[in-house]
């Protein structure tokens, strides 16, 4: 399943998009929850009893702000979530 | 009615609904289970008797979620002469799911959304469009209406019930009127340019102030949800069949809207667009049942 965790609003899009297929089989420890400064990942059981991450429900609305310290004006040519999920499960909208 | 003095219409009211299925008796059912969507606006309970609609309630959400969900059933049980204990399983959705205390399991909106969409329009649905009460989802799914990929906008009310009940006070037109309404002007206005309720408000009254007749008002404001809408479909895709779920599904105006937008026309369904949510729940709940056998006690 590709779950779609974020927005669009006046500015722009912001959307995390996490392919949860992957994250059954997850070959990366579960990096993803390590790799995020902000912490912004979670892994949850979903409504198929598969056990998957996911953006916590509290960043699901202020993404662009929250993850503004990784894109490229905050200094990180790769996203840190992204690098780490070497499955290739996440991935950002903008 | 007239209005009478002090007496305040209350325009954004839709019509609540409470059916069961005459044809059938529940008592030859050898599984029942029950599904409660308590959502912002709307709660539904609908409840299932092997695997097959039997009856349904959807009714305008209280104060709280625990009595939502006890207020929707108990409409239902009333209506049928059940009792709460002649249900081996409930399954709670909704925002307020983890609230519904005779629960024996809560699942998201998306899933049972999906799982409702593919009964009520069926097994070759793949793209559902919900537009509830104060948020919007696009779901993908697979043709035994399990979901392969979803986003969800609740940040904001445009595009929602909410913003329709706004606007049909605003304009103090009934709100089942709005969508026959918006079709009955000369020319197609554009869509009203925000997004926001807030300022489509006031670009509302801004626009009846222009000399725009309260019709053409409204298409321009059903123009923005159908655009605003789409521009969320268009994010996931619109794969072939496309299904319409919640309280804006019975809006034509919003509806046919959407359908030019697209090119693509959605599938048409007899049963209440408001119950996918809770439809969707009890049908998990027969899977459950039908896997793990009835739960030793009810929930409550
Ligand atoms: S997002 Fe990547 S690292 Fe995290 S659980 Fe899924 S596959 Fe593993
Ligand atoms: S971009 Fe940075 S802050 Fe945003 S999810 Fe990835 S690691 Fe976390």
Redo the contacts with the bound molecule.
């Keep these: 399943m590709i779950a779609n965790y974020g927005y669009k609003d006046g500015s722009g899009e912001y959307y ?1 998009s996490i392919d949860t297929d992957k994250c059954i089989v997850c070959e990366a420890g579960r990096a993803c929850l390590g ?4 912490g ?2 979670e892994i949850i059981s979903d409504d198929y009893d598969d056990e998957v991450a996911a ?1 916590k429900q509290q960043f699901r609305r202020s ?1 662009a702000f ?2 503004a ?3 490229p004006a905050g200094g ?1 040519t790769t ?4 690098s780490a999920c070497t499955p290739g499960a ?1 991935k ?1 909208s903008w | 009615m007239a209005e009478t003095a002090g007496e305040k219409k209350e325009y954004w009211r839709w019509q609540e609904n409470c059916w069961i299925d005459e044809s059938k008796n529940w008592r030859d059912a050898k599984i029942i289970t029950a599904g409660i969507d308590v959502g912002s606006v709307s709660s539904q309970a609908v409840i299932v008797c092997d695997g097959g609609l039997y009856g349904f309630n959807s009714m305008r959400t209280g104060n709280n979620s625990p009595d939502s969900a006890k207020n929707a059933i108990n409409g239902v049980l009333e209506k049928s002469g059940m009792k709460l204990e002649d249900i081996h399983y409930v399954v709670g959705t909704g925002y307020g799911r983890v609230n519904v205390p005779f629960a024996h399991k809560a699942i998201t909106e998306i899933a049972c959304h999906a799982r409702g969409a593919n009964y009520m329009g069926g097994s070759q649905i793949r793209t559902i469009l919900d537009m509830g009460g104060q948020d919007c989802k696009a779901i993908h799914c697979d043709e035994k209406g399990k979901v392969t990929n979803f986003l969800m906008n609740d940040k904001c009310a445009a595009g929602t019930g909410r913003g329709m009940e706004v606007i049909a006070d605003l304009m103090q037109i009934p709100i089942a009127e709005l969508g026959p309404r918006s079709f009955d002007v000369d020319e197609e206005p554009p869509a009203v340019s925000s997004t926001c309720v807030v300022f489509a408000k006031s670009e509302a009254l801004a626009l009846l102030k222009a000399g725009y007749s309260k019709n053409k008002v409204i298409a321009a404001y059903c123009q923005a949800m159908a655009e605003r809408v789409v521009s969320l479909l268009e994010r996931i895709g619109v794969e072939k069949e496309f299904f319409i779920t919640g309280g804006i599904a019975k809006n034509p105006g919003v509806v046919k809207r959407i359908e030019r937008l697209l090119g693509l026309q959605a599938v048409q369904t007899k049963y209440d667009s408001q119950i996918a949510g809770a439809l969707g729940a009890a049908l998990f709940g027969y899977t459950l049942v039908q896997k793990q056998g009835v739960p030793n006690k009810a929930a409550a």
């Design positions: 995390i790799a995020c400064p902000k912004m990942f953006v993404l929250d993850c310290q990784c894109k990180y996203l840190p979530c992204v996440i950002h």
